[in-house]
């Protein structure tokens, strides 16, 4: 009996094919932006797509394991254009002839339907163990897949909190997380390439996340330590999804009215996530203590330096360095050190000296200072570390 996929899959080939002879000029002179040379048995193919921005995403090639079946259509961009071609339709099992295919190409990204953006997702997470461990894979390869991954879980998140299996899913996001950073210096700085320089909630989590762990693993937390911390930063302002729009985005200072409500975050949190059940009491205290203040002026119970948890202290720490270093509506990102030096100089009593110490200690080191010529490589990044 014949294999319905190997049915699919030939039906597929052959639409290639046909697409080919039936017009024989298109792929070259397409011009694809991923696929400059595509030679006619190459699968460029389908109708021509003209889409408004934003109605396809980017991903990169390497994100696409051997061996799987993809869930989602895969399309192709012509140079220079915002056209798409169907390039794969789902369900068909990519190999590592596919791959090698649009190698020779000289393909490096595909295109997926923002529709299909949930599904592309879901499959990567269920191969991250794979795609962190993976060798051939560059340490920034890896940082934007896991990077990527870990913003769309945490906004995915943060639109509906009560939903206990995403927080579970946020587990074992955090576990292949950790075991990224864990394999040394240059993976941190690729991530911090990477990192949004604007300001959203779900961005904000993840590079606390990342800064959090990072520091976690400086001063000798265990791996499960870390893991604990992690899940608690990736979700430490999760009751911010309780706050209205309004107070969250409004550009000028708030009243004092909105101001009790804002601080109001960190109890909304630890009550969402205590009613899913799925986070443990050590990460739950990062979310409750996270704006609480060595000097005992924090909120919401201005505990003193004993009373905050060592994760809540570290939660801090990356919290306002990030905060600084992002794009606000109200002001500009600050490039690191002037960050650090604002820190220092006015805020220095609020953190525990230690972990401020290796903060400067580790965005400063040679391995993870992020040059210039590096800098140019990501037109896009916030370039933080840059001294
Ligand atoms: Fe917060």
């Known amino acids: 009996m014949t294999d319905p996929e190997e049915t699919k899959e030939q039906a597929a080939e052959q639409t290639v094919g046909q697409a080919a002879e039936e017009a024989p000029g298109q792929a070259a002179s397409a011009e694809a932006e991923e696929t400059p040379q595509a030679s006619s048995d190459e699968a460029v193919l389908g109708e021509e797509i003209e889409a408004a921005e934003g109605t396809f995403q980017r991903i990169p090639l390497q994100s696409l394991r051997l061996d799987t079946y993809t869930d989602f259509n895969l399309y192709l961009k012509l140079a220079n254009t915002n056209r798409y071609v169907l390039y794969r339709n789902a369900n068909l099992l990519f190999t590592e002839r596919h791959r090698a295919k649009l190698q020779e190409n000289a393909v490096k990204h595909a295109y997926i339907s923002a529709e299909d953006r949930m599904r592309y997702f879901r499959y990567l997470e269920g191969r991250l163990n794979e795609i962190v461990s993976d060798g051939s894979l560059t340490a920034t390869e890896t940082s934007r897949i896991v990077y990527e991954c870990s913003t769309h879980l945490v906004r ?15 587990e074992g996001l955090i576990c292949n997380t950790v075991d990224h950073l864990l394999q040394g210096a240059s993976h941190l700085k690729a991530m911090i390439s990477i990192m949004s320089a604007d300001y959203y909630t779900y961005t904000h989590s993840v590079n606390v996340c990342v800064f959090g762990v990072a520091l976690g693993q400086r001063v000798g937390l265990s791996g499960q330590e870390l893991n604990e911390l992690g899940i608690g930063l990736l979700l430490h302002d999760v009751g911010k999804s309780e706050i209205s729009k309004e107070i969250l985005n409004k550009p000028g200072s708030l009243t004092p009215e909105e101001w009790q409500e804002m601080k109001t975050h960190p109890a909304r949190g630890v009550e969402i996530l205590k009613n899913t059940q799925q986070v443990g009491p050590n990460s739950l205290l990062v979310v409750g ?26 939660a801090s720490v990356a919290d306002v ?17 002037p960050a650090l030096r604002l820190m220092r100089k006015e805020m220095i009593r609020d953190f525990n000296p230690g972990l401020f110490r290796e903060l400067i200690q580790m965005l400063g080191s040679r391995e993870v200072l992020v040059s210039a010529p590096d800098r140019e490589d990501y037109r896009s990044s916030r370039g933080r570390a840059a001294a």
């Open 289 to 314: 203590q996270h704006h609480e203040k060595c000097t005992g002026k924090g909120y919401p119970k201005a505990l003193t330096s004993d009373e905050i948890h060592i994760y809540a202290k570290i």
């Open 156 to 170: 995915e998140i943060i639109e509906k909190p009560w939903v206990g299996e995403n927080i579970k899913r946020a």
């Open 321 to 337: 360095f990030d905060a600084l270093t992002t794009n606000r509506s109200y002001r500009k990102a600050l490039e690191s050190f």
